[in-house]
Structure formats: C-alpha cells, structure tokens
C-alpha cells in the first residue's frame, strides 16, 4: 500500500481493486495514474493487512480458483460449478420488478463487515481522504460502513450484474457507479439504487490504446485494422462512403492477420490456445497469419503453451511475473492485433477500440450475459467448431463479417469512459 501523505492534489482518487481473476485489476488499471505514487491497491492483498481479514478474502479466492478448475472434471465438476454459479446468477431482466431484495451472499459479506473486515483498510485510506474509487463492490460496502468521509465510486466491468454489487439498503446508500452501458444502469434501478447515484461512463480503457479525447492513437490503429479484416474489400464495397467520412479512407494491409487469443485469469480454456495454433499451422508458416497466446501472469499456462505447441517460436506469448507488466503488454500488443479470440469476460468492452470479438464460450452467468451483449450489439462473434477454424474464419474474413463487427463496435462503443470517470471523480 503506498506511504500515505498529508497534502491533497486537486486530481488524485484512492483506487482499490481486489487480485482475484484479471477483470477488476484490468478495470483499475487505467486509473492507476489518479492514485498516489500511480498505485493500485488490492483490498485482499494491502501491505499490513490483518490476517483476519487477509484469510476471509483468501478463502473466497482459493475457492473460486479451485471451482473453475474443477469444472473441467467430467459430470462431477459441471455440476459442482453449477451449483456455484446458481449462487451468483443474474436474475432476467423481465418482467420489470423490484430486486432490491439482499440476497443471502450479500448479507453474508455485510456481517462479515459488521464484525471489522475492512476497517482496518478504511482507517488507513482516512489519514489521507480522497475520492474512492474500487472497481469490486465489497471495499465501497466497507467504506460506507466505517463512514468514510469522501465520495465512494464504484466501477462496474460487466454488461449486467448480480444483486451482490448493490449496498444492502440501495435506496440509503451513498455509493456512485461508474457503469458501462445502459442496461447495466437499469439493472441497478432494479435493484434500488438511485438514478442519481448511476453515471453512464463506459468501461474504463488504457489511455494508451485510445490517445487523448481526439481518440487519435485508436483512428489510426483502426484504419490498420479495418484494411486488414476487409482483405476482398466486401465491407468497404458497401459501405466505403461512411468510411471515408470517418477515417479518411484504408491504407493498404501492412502486417499479416493478427489473432490474439487470451486466457482468463484462471488459466481456463488454454488447450483452445495451443488448438487454434495447430489448426491455423499451415497460415503460420506462410506468414498469412501471425498469432498471439495470453498467458497473463500465470506461468503455469505459459509452460503449457511452450510444451504442447509443436513451433512456440512461430507464435508470440504475452507473459509477465507482475500484473503491471502483463497489462503493459498486453495493451501494446493489442495495438496490432486485428481480432480479439477470448471468453466473454471485461474484455468484451475492448471492442469499443474498434476490435471484433470472436466469442469463446463463457464461463458461468455472467459471461453469458457478456455474450448476449456482445452478440447483441453486433461486436462479436460467436466462434465456430476450433477444429475447422481455417475455413470458417477465413471465409467470415473473405465475407467481410470481422470488418462489420469492429466498425460497428468503433461507431456505438464508448471509448472514452477512463477520461469521464477522471473528470466526474477529480474534477
């Protein structure tokens, strides 16, 4: 946790994530620069955390980690995961009712918060009082629970939630989302919250990949990308005006199709990884294809890569020893990449950078509900059988489908959301 100081800045905000899976770590990470000493802090994980409170959040942790491992058991682990994700499903949206009901995780965490998980977190943010940003629900419960004295924000990093993201009395509570779309926003008037307390910002994306608010590092990217997924120029046929009128016309492809397939936080779905590599062998050698494998941070999934490939030196693998490095990474590499291969997860919200998403099948029901939005939006697609994967991907390429998806996703997205977040919560 970084050394706190005395003197407030005018545009610094604590941000809190929780290292548990990459979404609320990757959420926080273009905020970084709003923290003292650009630092992110990890509730479950602060320097001179209680152990009492360090065992909680472990516990929580080596338990999801161990059920999305175990869901690759045949029949036993399914049903263990089911079980698990029935415990944390998101409610459909109709009929329009009230939701604001607790449910029983939620009182679970607010006695475990009654009884001083968090306070000691909440102390030491008060010595320095600053605007709270968290991008996980549980430090804005606790810091409304310790009264802290400074505004609390929490950023959302899914296309629609759980009840658990809500306080336990919505209607009192004084917690500010920064939310990534609008059915999110609704979702959480279902569930009581105040539309007072709800700002439709988009999820928040590195700066790195969008430039300033002319968006010029992302323009030119995406005219790159565009040439590339449109390689009969089907897309373009149709509807070349609107993109002229929005970037000024293609250049002419300058690398080979670049995939990306990126692993989740918990390693799952790597053997899709090193599937697409062999499947796609015989584009790699000929240089009409370059691939990207994300293993993240997780050596593991690295290791895995380099023995199960038969050419690990044809495809390049992300890998970091620190979250900052991986994400550093991963945002440069994203930079040249034409297509996005991954579950539904926050990631699904990378298509505002003009990015096709090629579906992967989620896990659990959240990403489903990623994967609805997604679909829905008309950002991604749903992949076809990895074993046929040079013959349909190329023939959705030829057909121009990848080049809908991105520019669609580049038109409707919302890329600005980090510098809306900065102004709303710094001014």
Known sequence: MPKLENKKTKKEAWVVAVDMG????????????????????????????????????????RFYDFISTFRRVPVIGKLAFAIFDRSQRILSFYPSRDLSKPT?????????????????????????????????????????FYDYPEEIYCVIPDADISRSWAALNPKKSRIKYFVPNSRTAERLQLYGVSPDNIFLTGFPLPKENIGGEDMAVLKGDF???????????????????MVKRELGGLPSPSRPLTIMFAVGGAGAQKELGVEIVKNLAEKLKSGEVKIILVAGIRKEVRDYFL???????????IFAKDINSYFGKFNEALRKTDILWTKPSEL???????????????????????QRWLLRSGFGLSQGKPDH???????????????????????????????????????
């Not at 000493?37 to 602060?46: E, P, T």
């Not at 005219?223 to 005006?241: F, I, M, S, V, W």
């Open 104 to 144: 029983f995780q939620l009182k679970q965490n607010y006695n475990f918060i009654k009884k001083g998980w968090g306070k000691d977190l909440i102390e030491k943010l008060k010595e320095k009082p600053l605007p709270l940003i968290t991008t996980f629900f549980t430090p804005a419960f606790m810091a409304e």
């Open 348 to 370: 699904s919200f990378y298509s505002a950078l003009g990015l096709p998403i090629l579906v992967a099948p989620p896990i659990g029901s959240q990403e489903r509900f990623n």
């Open 307 to 317: 023995e199960n490939l038969d050419n690990p030196e044809k495809v390049e693998i």
């Open 223 to 241: 005219k790159q990308r565009l040439a590339n997924l449109d390689p009969q120029k089907r897309y373009y046929g149709t509807y070349g005006e």
């Open 389 to 427: 994967t040079k013959e349909w991907l190329f023939d959705w390429l030829d057909k121009g489908y990848f080049a809908e998806s991105a520019m669609e996703a580049y038109m409707e997205g919302r890329q600005l959301g980090t510098f809306i977040i900065e102004k709303l919560c710094c001014g």
């Open 22 to 61: 990459y979404g609320h770590q990757r959420s926080a990470y273009p905020l970084r620069h709003l923290s003292p000493q650009g630092r992110v802090i990890n509730a479950n994980s602060y320097e001179g955390i209680p152990q009492k409170d360090r065992r909680i959040w472990e516990a929580s942790k």
